[in-house]
């Protein structure tokens, strides 16, 4: 069973800036997640889109953004269950919660911050009708080791960031690569188009444009997909395949933990923004976008201020023996759990001549 001061619920900006908040106190933490990276909707939807409302960036991608939390919250030695989803919430006789995932991973702590932003992520699945039986037999909606593809053939859909950016990174990893589209123009980020295309060029990424995959073909392993294309003249081309991943996004869906007990809101969890955005749970609170409250903006930088706040009231619960006094890191630096120490230089001044 994994243990932690503050178990957190998703690892998006608001679940990571949660981690450098509560390591300020000396809290450690623990997040679960279910996608298989940290960063959520800005690394998995749009890593190479801008943002323009983080204070002091004029503009940052948000991939760049959950980097840098990342590289933020290193001191801190944050540790992480991803791709698994909270399952179930267990009140214990000391106050002190278990959160049980989907694959059975116990985690304990006396707080427990849902910062899912909006929930858990399902992925967008292409309406295939046997698409579930070859789910793990060729069939992916999440990448999370490139090397699985080595030297295999595969075939990406979807005209998105994500289609788009694994197109190009896989064209060095696999045997063949083909991005499939029902348009003709692709939605991401110009760059990203570019450079597919400058790989198309070079053969080493075959664009299937005006098309999109509508059967799979296989007895235990996936073997071929079936594409259409709009160009009637073309029909039905039959594509032999090693794997077949489809990116076209996540749903964002509350999950299991709307069964929680949460005092739930047009799909938002109830929280008191007075104090400490705690829920109607004592000890569970909720940070980000997937709170709701009179007022509320879903915001990034919101998330951030909520985190602080909550951290302050977290601490207050771990330790209600302890008074906590607030020291700003101009003053008393940030020291991290690996030994390491950052504060401003002191100039010792030993007399003063008038």
Known sequence: ???????????????????????????????????????????????????????????????????????QIKPFEPGFTLGERAETLEKLDDGTFIVTTNKGTQHHAPVVAIAGGLGSFEPRKPPISNIIDFEDKGVSYFIKDPEIYRNKSVVIA???????????????VASEVALVHRREEFRGALDSVERVSELAKLGKIEMITNAEVIGLKGEDQLEQVVIRHKDKARGEEFR?????????????????????????????????NSYDYQT???????????????????????????AAIMCQSAYARINPDKKY?????????????????????????KSISV
């Not at 940030?334 to 120490?341: A, H, L, N, S």
């Open 240 to 272: 032999e395949v090693d794997e077949f991943i489809p990116l076209f996004g996540l749903s964002p869906k509350l999950g299991p933990i709307g069964n929680w007990g949460l005092e739930i809101e047009k799909n938002a969890i109830k929280v008191d």
């Open 325 to 349: 006094v607030m020291k700003y890191t101009t003053v008393g630096g940030v020291e991290g759990f690996d030994g390491t120490k950052k504060e401003a230089k002191r100039e010792v001044i």
């Open 280 to 306: 109607n749970i004592p000890g569970v609170y909720a940070i980000g976008d997937i709170n709701t409250y009179k007022g509320k903006l879903k915001l990034i930088l919101s998330g951030f201020h909520e």
């Open 158 to 172: 979807g005209g998105g960031d994500s289609a788009l950016d694994w197109a190009v990174y896989l064209a060095d």
């Open 1 to 71: 069973m994994i243990k932690t001061d503050i178990l957190i619920i998703g690892a998006g900006p608001t679940g990571l800036f949660t981690v450098f908040e509560a390591g300020l106190l000396k809290l450690r933490t623990h997040l679960i997640d279910a996608l298989p990276q940290p960063g959520g909707q800005c690394s998995e939807i749009y890593p190479k889109k801008p943002i323009y409302d983080i204070p002091a960036f004029p503009e940052i991608l948000a991939g760049d953004l959950v980097k840098n939390l990342m590289e």
